[in-house]
């Protein structure tokens, strides 16, 4: 035990006390504690080395209840595989090939994970401005203070449970790797099984866990990445969806906790703000980001042509989950300070979240459909099990914090041009609070059960169904037999034989072994076999990129080889080689590849855009433009590789011409391409005549932000008819630059004839928070503090435009003097005056006439005020003992005195409000009188709580006494009676 850890467990026996701390000391360490306190002192913090041994629920005939109210087909058949408390709190699982499953369980929900929405403002923004992990530790230490320690007392775990005896239970269960407990750490929440090791994430590392001698102990842990979750986000927006990948690369996923990780060959990976896909070799190396914009992909999956899926969250505004079709460097659009906008900013503004509509942004690519409420754990149907009724089906949890509306939903898509379109989707597992889902060995599909809610109940069950029609039958046997053997010791014929296998499972064991060896000519023969199935073929391709990755000297003769498959029939293969050519840099294939922008097939042309855009080809500039004038409007994914093509083609001189393009897609594409490249020359589309590629410009130099542009997209303001989102960004863009003029150019738009009301009102407010001391932007709410600037040039371009302002109508007119006085321009006084007194007015207006007077000339204020009559009790009346009550409490006594005493309930309940801000003996008397009232019961209810306020700390403590026993009293009586004043 180290000396630090006692220390500070010492200091915790005066902070929380002797015997909180002696149930978690054993007496041999509170001894050490005390005599390190007594010799050296204190230390500050606690590292709690030593995690409480976690509440896990005993064995009870629970499990086997929920079982039976959970909805299947017929013909299914359920059994509970394993339960507390052998296991609980399961967030993920994984199988070996012997059928053993290594789970995650989490002991650290909101008891060392926590989640924005239980701090307060100043922790949001704390979480607001953090860009690396460490930024995180320290303002968890600073605003935490003592009270981190407990951050570090429960920690999540990785478990095996196995059925040794073959009868289809678990029978033995066991923790190979624990505490995970660190301030820093998150949720253990991915496992993947290889050969190899264990891949673990928890934030903020991606781990992998070595169990050398096969004991069920792991040996080494190994940071394989390290820098996931520079922020708190949400709970389970965490560091997860581990798998291999066709290309045999290792694949995850992160929430919008955002990273900030140094790659093994020193490459600086950092986004703060957006989920992300990462992918890396299995030892770590080639860390990269392959896809962005997601709010918590929790799980991914691929189906059987190597296309990448994920069911990404929902925000819960209004907004719903959306399944996305993860095209390489795409960015579907969220960003993680959008949470703390109350309409979720431009997510929710602009549709991002929808699928793809002409007026969404085209920097996007947007989700094929929107689907579940919770999605958590993702798999792909592996070909056996189930017979052939789910070829081709997703599985996706829907965890929605209760097994009566949860459970896992089916979904299949079908491709649609270069992408996919959504088909059909069905229930049939459900009332299940599924956190994972995942098939077998055995051919059984098997889903953990969180139980119920959302912190964990130290319970969990993990079932496994089964469909008897299949589940005996021999190609499930088979699948089993060959997922357990020594894939290493088969020979090649073998392995050539299993990439026909109708699972792909054995497909992709078979493909991976045989690029382990190298064996190219053998995949390579099967690519080009053009009598074998497609799959086949695929695997082989695939088999084959991942030798010429990874030796470099086999590269060429490979090139050589495949090179044919750039004519093949089968469309699916061509664009395979074509990607396989892009990927490799197959100099001598861009010929052909250059054809393929006109092949039949949507897939193709994808492909070809990304390759030529890999080469860096230049001369294929008007067939890339050709391409995205006839099917980028349609197409997304087609569009999205367009623009990469021409981001990596062209400068952002020649992209900047294209804005003379007759294609307005080719113009949005131009400017996307421009904002890839934070290049200012996209400010060249701010004043082209669709508003479209303009809404586009604008959003790329403000969002991302390019500074150099800001400026110019603040003087677009007012001179053309633009998107709502549009003027947002270019009223804001004016109040980032904050010179004089920019300030003039919002004042004039405020007071301008055609200017949307809201966007008139957004105008005035932002003049008055010129000098904003909140660092959040108006628009996106990201981290964006202004410099300290004077009102000045403010109060300069309101004054200027306030007479016309005062000559609207309603809101902009009434904000117009709620900001000028706000900012003190005085020449705005006499004009209240007239309004207060103008009676053909109606009285909100009058009020805050009378609101804003006061702050620019409080005594004649309250001159007006006193000579407001007491009827009708309508707002300038509340307006005017505002007034009197602030800037005169000794003339305001006798309004207030008759205020509590009117019928209108506003006005009374005011008159107690404002009468305890005013002091004297009188006053007391009133208060008095109001509180025997209370205690008759002949006081009105609906002030009641008011002037319990108002005698607060005011009264002695004998009427103190009174009024305890009165409430003690009301309890009694009524089950609500302690509530009763505030009801």
């Not at 926590?114 to 307060?120: A, I």
């Not at 994430?201 to 050398?212: A, F």
Request: proline share 4%.
């Amino acid at each position: 035990m180290s000396s630090k850890s006692c220390l500070t467990s010492c200091e915790l026996v005066l902070e929380q006390g002797f015997m909180n701390l002696l149930s978690r000391l054993s007496n041999q360490r509170l001894l050490q504690c005390i005599f390190l306190t007594l010799t050296i002192g204190f230390v500050p913090e606690l590292l709690a080395d030593d995690p409480i041994t976690p509440e896990v629920a005993p064995a009870s005939s629970e499990g086997k209840e929920s079982m039976m109210a959970i909805r299947l087909p017929a013909d299914w058949e359920i059994d509970l595989f394993s339960a507390e408390p052998d296991i609980a709190n399961v967030v993920a699982f994984d199988f070996d090939h012997q059928g053993r499953i290594y789970v995650c369980e989490t002991f650290r929900q909101n008891q060392g994970v926590t989640d924005n929405r239980g701090h307060d403002d100043r922790w949001l923004l704390a979480d607001l401005a953090a860009e690396t992990v460490q930024d995180r530790i320290d303002y968890h230490r600073e605003l935490l203070a003592g009270e981190a320690i407990t951050y570090e007392q429960h920690d999540d775990r990785v478990r095996r449970i196995e059925d040794t005896d073959g009868d289809g239970i678990a029978d033995t269960s066991l923790v190979v790797a624990s505490g995970f407990n660190q301030l820093e750490e998150g949720t253990g929440a991915s496992i993947l099984w290889r050969p190899s090791g264990l891949y673990y994430t928890c934030i903020p590392k991606l781990w992998k866990l070595i169990d050398r001698d096969e004991d069920g102990a792991i040996d080494d842990r190994v940071v394989m990445a390290d820098g996931f979750g520079v922020r708190v986000a949400f709970r389970g927006h965490d560091l997860h969806g581990l798998l291999v990948g066709p290309d045999g690369r290792l694949y995850f996923s992160i929430g919008d906790r955002g990273y900030h990780v140094t790659s093994e060959e020193g490459e600086v990976l950092d986004d703060p703000t957006s989920g992300a896909v990462f992918r890396c070799e299995l030892d770590g190396s080639g860390l990269e980001v392959y896809s962005v914009g997601l709010r918590n992909p929790q799980e991914l999956a691929f189906n059987d042509v190597g296309d990448f899926f994920t069911v990404d969250n929902n925000s819960d505004s209004g907004d719903q989950a959306r399944v996305v079709h993860l095209l390489q460097d795409a960015d579907s659009g969220w960003r993680m300070h959008y949470q703390y906008l109350p309409d979720r900013g431009p997510f929710n503004r602009e549709s991002i979240w929808k699928p793809f509509h002409p007026e969404q942004p085209a920097y996007i690519v947007p989700p094929i459909a929107n689907f579940t409420d919770g999605p958590s754990g993702l798999t792909y149907y592996p070909g056996t099990g189930f017979g052939d009724q789910f070829k081709h089906h997703f599985f996706i949890c829907d965890f929605r914090g209760g097994a009566a509306n949860s459970g896992v939903q089916t979904f299949t898509v079908e491709p649609d041009g270069a992408s996919y379109r959504f088909v059909s989707s069905d229930k049939p597992i459900w009332n299940v609070l599924a956190t994972d889902v995942g098939f077998g060995p055995d051919g059984s599909l098997y889903v953990s059960d969180w139980v119920n809610g959302w912190d964990g109940l130290g319970k969990g069950r993990i079932y496994r169904i089964s469909d008897p029609r299949h589940s005996q039958s021999e190609i499930v046997s088979e699948v089993k037999k060959k997922l357990s053997e020594n894939w290493q010791a088969l020979d090649e014929m073998t392995l050539r034989d299993c990439l026909e296998h109708a699972d792909r499972r054995i497909r992709l064991e078979a493909q991976w072994e045989l690029a382990r060896r190298k064996s190219w000519p053998v995949l390579a023969a099967v690519a080009c076999d053009t009598t074998l199935g497609p799959l086949s073929r695929l695997h082989a391709i695939w088999g084959v990129d991942q030798i010429a990755r990874m030796n470099q000297s086999l590269e060429e003769p490979i090139k050589e080889r495949l090179r044919g498959l750039l004519f093949d029939q089968e469309a699916v293969i061509r664009s395979a080689a074509v990607k396989f050519a892009g990927d490799r840099q197959d100099d001598k294939a861009i010929e052909r590849i250059q054809e393929l922008l006109e092949d039949q097939s949507a897939r193709v042309q994808y492909y070809a855009l990304r390759a030529l855009g890999e080469f860096g080809d230049r001369s294929s500039e008007a067939a890339v433009l050709r391409v995205i004038s006839e099917q980028a409007e349609s197409d997304t994914a087609i569009r999205h590789a367009g623009i990469l093509a021409l981001s990596q083609t062209r400068s952002a001189e020649e992209l900047k011409l294209l804005s003379q393009h007759e294609v307005e897609i080719v113009r949005r594409s131009a400017v996307v391409a421009l904002r890839r490249l934070h290049h200012a020359g996209v400010a060249v589309f701010l004043n082209d005549e669709s508003p479209l590629v303009a809404a586009e410009a604008a959003s790329a130099i403000y969002d991302l932000p390019i500074q150099e542009a800001m400026q110019q997209l603040g003087e677009t303001l007012g001179k053309t008819t633009r998107s709502m989102e549009y003027y947002r960004r270019a009223l804001n863009a004016n109040h980032r630059v904050g010179t004089l003029e920019s300030a003039m150019r919002i004042a004039e738009y405020a007071a301008s004839n055609t200017a949307p009301e809201v966007m008139k009102l957004e105008a005035l407010q932002l003049l008055e928070n010129w000098n904003q001391t909140d660092p959040r932007d108006r628009v996106l709410n990201d981290y964006r503090p202004l410099p300290v600037r004077e009102f000045g040039d403010a109060v300069i371009a309101l004054e200027m435009n306030l007479q016309v302002l005062m000559g609207r109508e309603g809101k902009v007119r009434d904000e117009a003097i709620r900001v000028a006085s706000q900012l003190g321009i005085s020449g705005i006084a006499p004009m209240l005056v007239n309004r207060v007194g103008n009676e053909s007015l109606n009285a909100n207006e009058r009020a805050s006439a009378l609101d804003a007077l006061s702050r620019l000339d409080p005594n004649e204020a309250v001159q007006l005020a006193g000579s407001v009559r007491m009827l009708p009790a309508d707002d300038l009346l509340l307006s005017a003992l505002r007034v009197l009550a602030e800037h005169s409490p000794e003339a305001s006594k006798q309004r207030l005195f008759q205020a509590i005493a009117s019928r209108d309930m506003r006005t009374r309940q005011l008159g107690w409000d404002l009468l305890a801000t005013v002091e004297g003996d009188d006053v007391m008397q009133v208060i008095h009188e109001g509180l025997e009232s209370y205690l008759a019961g002949s006081l009105p209810k609906d002030v009641s709580l008011n002037l319990l306020e108002a005698a607060q700390g005011r009264i002695s403590k004998e009427w103190e006494v009174k009024l305890g026993k009165h409430g003690e009293k009301q309890k009694k009586e009524d089950a609500l009676g302690q509530w009763l004043p505030s009801i």
